[in-house]
């Protein structure tokens, strides 16, 4: 036994309106859990803890349940995301046209590791199995933007491009 | 859209076609149209359609124009910058592009395959019920509905021999018996649509391309079954089928094909998306289930089977989406015109995922029974590169490998097995002599322990052992008795794990190993990859006889590692090397080590 105190998160404030409507849209659907966990993180682009109190409260279940959900599923973020979300793909087909080298030069230029965010929120980076274009492989996206048949040397670029951007 | 449209441009539009910039060259043809008043001469009658895949994404954006006077005209990577020159010259003079025009083997790779499932998906419109109705859309479910009572459906499904198309290959018509059969008026539909197999995309490219055929697919089980209430369990990560899709199911209902009392016929269906949240376990039914109940996506033993006990406990059928789509073909075209396709134990066509390194990668479907060399050699393309021939990794993490010895596999469920592969859910990785079995290996036990749920001991802890065996062995620290160890520990994970996930993960070692044996040995013994793959065990030299001094690595390089000059063999300065391995892929003769 340690006998430092324990650490004291620091509470979020958020707006829970928006979380309370979700939960209203699918109060009366069976197996409701999850797509209110997927809208609320529409919603903050996360999962906030207050929600998390919140959806424990209205939906009656276990904050410990909904936990077991939230680690479980890839999809679902307990921390703020950047603004900017660079997935590079590293399936099979991306793999064997040497998707690694594209995600360590990331690693690289960015100094984040992967489903880390930058400091100042601007990047997030990931590495996805399969983003289904295959054909365009290796393949990586910032946001909704798709950039195929990458190389080492088009990875400054992109970076650079997105770091101009605005952030509002 | 207009009925009488005579002409028609189609646009690719599936993801593939969409990250090649489909979106823009709609919109450039769009603009252009209108204002070049096509329509003002003549009525309108230019018809810009968007479709689903086609099967060739290496080639997007794929456009057909269609005119009276030329008929079909196909071109590959268009570009906006393209449209203009193809309206005016095509379009208005009736002159097609020869220079842009799809190459010949644009049409052999049409030409060999037997298109079934994919008839709709690249020639009709995903977002028009009017579209999928010319095509006799409904026209199946309205047959079963008037004329054959539920249980002569399900003898006709057993009759035509399909097997589930999600890869495990059990018959159709028998699943949906033992469903019909169990007691009780609330039963449940899913259609799985959870395709996490990296490598593979051919229910997501049949769900943006043809969605309705998919909401008639399971209109026909339920009627057959007796269930009023079908889930598609989709992945998140197809935000594109999952809109396609919710579109066509608001369509159904708005005009009456799901709902109560659909078309009047006294049969009732209600079906919703469910989205999952990024989980390859999921694809599982029985983890499935759980994930739609809102639980952690974990696999339970069976028995009771879904068929008995599914989800929130009652009567539950579960297939997979291209299972679903064939069934309407077979109930139009009949049974034995279905059991006619195919070999002896494995009847309709397969569609492929063909990736890697390949000539022409995309989405073929093909009669099962064509060999696997057949599909890599005569429809694909071949090798890029003129490189050689290695191996082909089929059925993606619960596959295994195919070496040329026994290329001529047939494609069905059984010789597949017999090979060491599966038919899994249909990836075909291809690989050359530059990629690394050992690596390949490392790469899918990678992700299955990633994806790993962790309920059973054997896939949670003995895939991490097996992993942490391969990284020793890419790293150059590999022990003699590794092989043996790994063989052993493959055997008991696939004995000793609940569900088909730990089941399945220990196949691409096993094969690897049953065919490339020397590799592992070169790793382990020699400390060298014989691919010159595996990163650690690179030299990072360049081989000066094997050198033919064409400075192709220079360019690659995007350190200036490389000293090279016109006539000399290049120089690789290990200072300034980043060791990205750009130079490897670049090098077309394996000249750097």
């Known amino acids: 036994m340690s006998d430092a105190p324990a650490e004291v998160l620091p509470t979020e404030e958020i707006d829970l309106a928006a979380a309370n409507q979700i939960i209203d849209k699918f109060l009366t659907l069976p197996g409701n859990l999850m797509p209110v966990l997927q809208g609320i993180q529409d919603e903050y682009g996360y999962i906030p803890r207050p929600t998390i109190d919140l959806v424990a409260e209205r939906l009656n279940v276990y904050p410990s349940q909904i936990y077991g959900v939230l680690t479980f599923y890839a999809q679902f973020h307990l921390k703020p995301r950047g603004k900017f979300i660079i997935r590079v793909c590293v399936g099979t087909a991306c793999h064997v046209q040497g998707a690694e080298r594209i995600v360590d030069t990331f690693f690289d230029k960015l100094h984040i590791g992967h489903a880390e965010t930058s400091p100042d929120l601007r990047f997030t980076f990931e590495k996805v199995a399969c983003l289904g274009a295959c054909g365009m492989a290796p393949l990586a996206m910032v946001n909704d933007d798709t950039f195929g048949k990458m190389t080492v040397q088009k990875v400054e670029g992109i970076i650079a491009d997105y770091s101009q951007r605005p952030m509002k | ?593």
Request: charged share 25%; with cysteine; proline share 4%.
């Open chain 2, 1 to 593: 859209m207009s009925e009488n449209a005579a002409i028609k441009i189609l646009i690719c539009q599936g993801t593939g076609g969409i990250s090649a910039g489909a979106k823009k060259v709609e919109l450039e043809f769009t603009r252009l149209i209108e204002e070049k008043g096509i329509n003002a001469v003549v009525g309108k009658r230019c018809d810009v359609i968007k479709t689903g895949c086609r099967g060739l994404c290496a080639n997007d954006v794929l456009v057909d124009v269609i005119t009276p006077e030329l008929g079909r005209v196909t071109y590959d990577f268009v570009v906006p910058e393209d449209v203009a020159n193809i309206i005016d010259e095509h379009i208005v003079n009736n002159t097609p592009i020869e220079k842009k025009k799809a190459k010949p083997y644009y049409n052999t790779f049409v030409d060999q395959q037997m298109r079934v499932v994919m008839t709709g998906c690249g020639q009709i419109d995903p977002d028009s019920l009017e579209a999928y109705l010319e095509e006799d859309g409904f026209k199946a479910i309205e047959k079963c509905i008037k004329t054959m009572k539920p249980a002569e459906v399900i003898d006709e499904v057993k009759k035509s021999g399909l097997r589930g198309r999600g890869g495990g290959g059990f018959p159709t018509g028998m699943k949906w018996s033992f469903c019909a059969a169990s007691p009780g008026d609330k039963k449940y539909l899913i259609c799985n649509a959870d395709e996490g197999d990296p490598g593979a995309f051919m229910d997501r490219s049949v769900l943006e391309g043809d969605p309705f055929c998919i909401i008639e697919g399971m209109m026909i089980s339920a009627y057959a079954i007796g269930c009023y209430y079908g889930y598609v369990y989709v992945r998140a990560e197809y935000p594109l089928a999952i809109q396609r899709l919710q579109h066509a199911i608001d369509i159904c209902y708005e005009k009456g094909w799901l709902g109560k009392n659909i078309q009047g016929w006294g049969f009732d269906f209600d079906m919703r998306i469910k989205m999952g949240a990024g989980a390859f376990v999921c694809g599982e039914e029985t983890a499935l289930m759980a994930s739609i109940e809102g639980e952690r996506g974990m696999p339970r033993p069976r028995p009771p089977f879904p068929a008995v006990k599914g989800l929130w406990g009652k009567p539950t059928n579960i297939n997979n989406v291209e299972t679903f789509a064939n069934v309407r073909h077979i109930i139009n075209k009949g049974a034995d015109w279905y059991a006619s396709l195919g070999t002896d134990t494995t009847k309709g066509t397969k569609i492929f995922a063909v990736t890697g390194k390949v000539k022409h990668t995309g989405l073929v479907e093909v009669a099962a029974g064509m060999s696997v060399r057949q599909v890599i050699y005569d429809v694909c393309g071949g090798i890029a590169n003129n490189r050689k021939f290695k191996a082909v990794q089929a059925g993606g993490p619960s596959g295994g490998c195919i070496p040329a010895e026994v290329l001529d596999t047939p494609v069905d469920y059984d010789s597949l097995i017999k090979a060491g592969a599966m038919m899994g859910s249909g990836g075909l990785v291809v690989m050359d002599e530059t990629t690394c079995m050992v690596d390949v290996a490392r790469f899918f036990l990678t992700f299955t322990r990633m994806e790993s749920c962790g309920k059973c001991v054997p896939c949670r802890i003995g895939l991490k052992a097996m992993l942490d065996i391969l990284e020793r062995i890419t790293e150059g620290r590999g022990q003699a008795s590794d092989i043996d160890t790994l063989l052993e520990m493959g055997a008991t994970i696939k004995k000793a794990s609940l569900c088909g996930l730990g089941q399945t993960a220990p196949n691409p070692i096993l094969s690897t190993v049953k065919y490339f044996r020397h590799e592992y040995e070169a790793h382990i013994n020699d400390k060298r990859c014989p691919s010159n793959c595996c990163k650690e065990l690179l030299l990072w030299q360049v081989v000066e006889d094997k050198c033919v001094k064409c400075g192709a690595c220079l360019k690659a390089c995007p350190s200036n590692a490389i000293i090279w000059e016109k006539g000399k063999v290049a120089y690789l300065d290990k200072e300034k090397c980043t060791k990205c391995k750009s130079c490897y892929d670049a090098c077309r003769f394996m000249a750097i080590e």
